[in-house]
């Protein structure tokens, strides 16, 4: 029943920026924690930033500095403005969100959006 989607991927110039935008539609669900994966040809999927529902947040040390994430709880939509972008930020970005369903901790995941840094 629940569905991320996520919208914003593109084509970007190293140094250019990017905003990538995740809606949860289609339940009232509260989710624990909301935020944005990313996975490179031949890497593994890895965490570049998270938001609580306390506004508490992390960023994978790769990208502090140059992104930064916003959580709407009660729209249950999160954002991931990223800048000084570099070519190895090349990734399929997925959002994430963690929630409890019937009280069982569970992940929902978009079908990500693909980000390419290149000159």
Do not use: H
């Not at 031949?42 to 947040?57: D, F, M, P, W, Y």
């Amino acid at each position: 029943q629940v569905q991320l989607v996520e919208s914003g991927g593109g084509l970007v110039q190293p140094g250019g920026s990017l905003r990538l935008s995740c809606a949860a539609s289609g339940s009232s669900f509260r989710f624990n924690a909301m935020g944005w994966y990313r996975q490179a040809p031949g890497k593994q999927r890895e965490l570049v930033a998270a938001i609580t529902s306390g506004g508490s947040s992390d960023y994978a040390d790769s990208v502090k500095g140059r992104f930064t994430s916003s959580r709407d709880n009660a729209r249950n939509t999160v954002s991931l403005q990223m800048n000084s972008l570099k070519p190895e930020d090349t990734a399929v970005y997925y959002c994430n969100a963690k929630g409890l369903r019937w009280g069982v901790p569970i992940d929902y995941w978009g079908q990500g959006t693909q980000v390419t840094v290149s000159s």
